[in-house]
């Protein structure tokens, strides 16, 4: 399921196709019910949340929040 996942991404234009890795680590995230992808990856912290929790949920799954280190440091440690 991941991989299938992966393709989505970049067929609905979330992900740039030569970013498949970065897909394949957000489906991974997604069928491991993580809630929450911490990666300074720009590619992945650009991503159109609204559209991917829409595809996500279309597949019975939960979108993770997507943030850098320090944002999740400033949100709920400062």
Known sequence: MPLALAVAL???GLLPIEERNDANVLSQAAALDCA???????HL????FEKLTLIFHE??????VIATPAEVVTKFYL
């Open 36 to 42: 929450l992808l911490i990666t300074y990856d720009s």
């Open 45 to 48: 912290r650009g991503i159109d």
């Open 59 to 64: 597949l019975d799954l939960g979108a993770p």
């Open 10 to 12: 970049s067929k609905k």
